[in-house]
């Protein structure tokens, strides 16, 4: 079975300065990766993903993640933070069961200034 | 092009009731998938349809049901409601089944009483 742990239910941090949020994720299949954020009230808009070929993924806003398969991690990482930033961060794993994702426990970033 | 469109998005419910919540996907995602949200549980994944047929079905008793029409819009249906079904429910949509790929709605809030 698989599964995802997100490390940090938390995450404060003051604007500028970088931020890592931790994804570790289990299976016995190769796998799919993906971050997805959440807004308050509003549903999930997918951030970047990791399907095959260069593991090192990043998306327009300037996050990136890391798929790094002998230490099964895809952590996302942002060198300096913006208020905007703040929401809640969703690690998901797929194994090509169609629109079947497992997601981690969510990660909410908060953004200070 | 239009996003995923859920309706309603807030809903009051008592106990043994039922509720239907419907998912227009994005125009030409023939698959459409169901999850709830809870601060408890997270993230869970309830079923996933395609071409009208149910593909894949998570952990939820038989009072969580869903169908899908030609046109590829979504309902799915809680019956006898409990308590514990106050939760946010999210549609989303994909175009290629095979990744896991999502697009979401901004979801339907179920409160029971």
């Known amino acids: 079975a698989q599964s995802v742990t997100q490390l940090d239910s938390q995450v404060p941090v003051f604007e500028e300065a970088p931020v890592e949020l931790r994804c570790n994720y289990s299976s016995s299949v190769s796998v799919y990766l993906f971050w997805y954020v959440q807004y308050p009230n509003q549903g999930l808009q997918l951030l970047l993903k990791y399907l095959s070929g260069s593991t090192l993924v990043k998306s327009i806003n300037g996050f990136e993640a890391e798929f790094n398969k002998s230490q099964t991690s895809f952590h996302l990482r942002k060198p300096s933070v913006h208020i905007s930033d703040t929401a809640e961060y969703f690690c998901?794993?797929?194994?090509?069961?169609?629109?079947?994702?497992?997601f981690g426990q969510g990660t909410e970033l908060s953004v200070k200034p | 092009k239009a996003g995923v469109t859920q309706t309603p998005r807030y809903l009051i419910k008592t106990r043994g009731q039922q509720v239907t919540l419907s998912c227009s996907p994005i125009?030409?995602?023939?698959?459409v998938s169901w999850y709830q949200q809870t601060p408890g549980q997270g993230l869970q994944f309830l079923f996933e349809y395609f071409s009208e047929t149910q593909r894949n079905k998570g952990n939820f008793p038989g009072r969580f049901s869903g169908r899908q029409f030609s046109n590829s819009r979504s309902e799915m249906n809680v019956s006898t409601l409990e308590l514990g079904d106050s939760a946010l429910y999210l549609c989303?949509?994909?175009?290629?089944?095979?990744?896991?790929?999502?697009?979401f709605g901004e979801g339907s809030r179920l409160t029971v009483l």
């Open positions: 989303a949509s994909s175009l290629d089944t095979s990744t896991g790929e999502l697009f």
């Open positions: 998901a794993v797929s194994n090509n069961q169609g629109g079947k994702l497992i």
């Open positions: 125009s030409g995602h023939r698959s």
